[in-house]
């Protein structure tokens, strides 16, 4: 299972389904991305308006729907510059392009996800940030590091 990161306005998209791995908790990369966007209040216009109903389910954070089914559910298992409004969009760009001025004096999400200790996959045979598990201990680490960098994003913008 592996996931890759395509440009052309289109962040991330997956390779295969996870969706055909119900029982796991894979996280490849993105899906932390998402859940902090999301509950930043990033979320474009298409999804409050057509996909209110699941950000509530979201938001409650049941086992029973997540992120992971969000994702796939509402959009087709990639996420693109529309999935968020300006100010989440800008800073997506800003953040996941490796050769903008603000990832190249900051970081960019990649380097900073593959710095960051979490924890593996049962199982995994290697380290690698496609066998990160999803979690809650996972994401708060996750969310740390992106609201540092949500922070420096905004005063570098102010300058």
Not at 17 to 33: N, R
Not at 76 to 93: K, T, V
Request: charged fraction near 25%.
């Amino acid at each position: 299972m592996q996931c890759h990161m395509i440009k052309q306005n289109i962040i991330m998209v997956p390779t295969i389904s996870l969706k055909s791995y119900p029982s796991l908790k894979v996280a490849c990369i993105w899906l932390f991305f998402y859940r902090w966007m999301l509950e930043k209040g990033f979320a474009g216009e298409d999804l409050l308006e057509d996909g209110a109903d699941l950000l509530v389910k979201i938001h409650q954070e049941t086992e029973d729907y997540s992120v992971l089914d969000l994702l796939f559910d509402f959009n087709d298992g990639g996420l693109m510059d529309e999935d968020f409004n300006q100010e989440g969009a800008e800073f997506a760009d800003a953040y996941y392009d490796d050769t903008s001025v603000f990832s190249k004096k900051y970081g960019s999400y990649l380097q900073d996800y593959s710095g960051l200790d979490l924890d593996l996959l049962e199982g995994a045979k290697e380290q690698s940030y496609y066998y990160i598990q999803f979690s809650d201990q996972n994401y708060e680490k996750v969310k740390g590091l992106l609201d540092q960098r949500y922070q420096q994003f905004l005063k570098f913008q102010e300058n």
